[in-house]
């Protein structure tokens, strides 16, 4: 897969994008945990809601684009948005059961690791990371453990539920690098219509083939998971991909970490779930390796769009000779 382009620099628009996409999918954890439905129901739900909320206006605004992208050049970009989906699928049909065969707190710490593997992805695209970015994923990831109270599983159940997890990480960080492809020349709404759509078609599939009830939820279910439609789907997801054109798929995946924190705050202000002593030492090691991140990613690009200073040349000024052009 080819590295994306060069990006437009940061402004006030991304910033508030990212800050919204942030308390957005922050809560969807409270929500699913309030929801009384199958977690991977719930994923099936919040694809569809979404692009049947998203599909009127894209086939009406972009009819032209999605033309587009079912001929000649612009089939790649749609094979990244198709991918995108099939990425986005794979991280919700892996990550969810492994909460169920190991704890949530390994799952939701081993999921997090999706910095590292979005590094990994840069790396094999041509684009290595400075050590700074590096070490800030370091810290993030280990604060993002340290919040979640990690613990070690021995059992076949608990290794097998630890695998999904990191499979579930890996998956997550190919759609975003799939998305920061196919953002480089794809609206948004276009994007994640496709993506949304293959994604809901692809976990009703699964839905189906497992035995997962889809139907009969309380109206106080039905309310969550619109909540989580309007709100971790379109308002999270979404602008998190409207600002992977401006921003590295890395550091996007650095920031969504930033869930975690915000989770716990909305569980505390909604559940009553008070988070623990060690937990608060964790979102301040993550909110830390967030910085180093991000300030030391901005630092590192704006020394590499430096122009190079050219050599002085060292032959006095009454040797040289005259310019005669």
Known sequence: MPPPSPRPSVDPLTTGA???AVVAVSSSAPLIAYAAAPALAIAFWRNLLAVAVLSPFALVRRRAEFRRLTVGAGRREGLF???????????????VPSAQLTSVATSTAL????PVWQGLIARAQ?????RVVWTGIAVAV???AVATGVDVGVSGRAVLGDVLALIGAMFAAVYTAFG??????????????????????????????GGVRLTGFDGRTWLAILALVAGAQLLGHSMFNYVLRKIPATTVSVLILLEAPGAAVLGWAWLGQVPRPYALLGMAM???????????GARAGRRAAEPTALPADPTPLSDRSPDTT
């Open 180 to 209: 920061e492809r196919a953002r480089v020349s794809i609206s948004t709404t276009t994007y994640t219509t496709i993506c949304y759509g293959i994604c809901a078609l692809i976990l009703l599939a699964l839905c189906l083939v």
């Open 81 to 95: 948005c198709v991918l995108s989906g099939v990425a986005l699928a794979g991280h919700f049909a892996t990550w």
């Open 18 to 20: 990212v800050g919204l």
């Open 111 to 114: 999921v997090a690791t999706q």
């Open 286 to 296: 993550l909110l830390a390796g967030v910085a180093v991140v991000v300030l030391g």
């Open 126 to 130: 041509g684009r290595p990371l400075p």
């Open 142 to 144: 280990g604060g993002a």
